[in-house]
């Protein structure tokens, strides 16, 4: 049985998200398991601000996912810790993570046996992006 595990802020969930869901279920096999790592809100905010949706909420959605198998706390930003304890075969890795901490997973999940599989956000999109659009539209309008 395959372990994959790919991790989430999954603030608004959007159809990148999905998609890479999607890939790491077919990447994970019929009688494989997609562990998702949720960041708790201290996690996020090691790089980014504070999410709108609470942990609880956005740990509830990504139990919703019907390609996610086990949702698990991820209280880092870096996956690494909760990689070392669930030790999975894969470590699904996004293109909008810095080359220096995909190398460093890379690194570990080789010591463990397993491996990194870097996927591009499909399509190109980001929850930041989406809660600009949000803002700016909401701009436009209040000043109309």
Do not use: C, W
Request: charge should be neutral.
């Amino acid at each position: 049985m395959k372990i994959v595990y790919s991790y989430y802020v999954l603030d608004l969930v959007h159809r990148g998200h999905l998609k890479m869901m999607e890939n790491a279920k077919a990447i994970a096999g019929k009688d494989g398991k997609l562990i998702v790592g949720i960041l708790t809100d201290e996690a996020v905010m090691e790089k980014k601000s504070k999410p709108i949706l609470s942990f609880d909420e956005r740990f509830d959605l990504a139990n919703a996912i019907k390609y996610v198998d086990l949702v698990v706390a991820q209280e880092t930003y870096s996956p690494l810790p909760n990689v070392k304890k669930i030790k999975p075969d894969i470590l699904m890795e996004s293109t909008s993570h810095t080359d220096e901490a995909i190398e460093e997973a890379r690194e570990l999940m080789e010591s463990i046996g397993g491996k990194v599989i870097v996927i591009p956000y499909y399509p190109p999109q980001s929850s930041s992006d989406i809660k600009n659009s949000i803002i700016e539209a909401n701009n436009k309008k209040n000043k109309v």
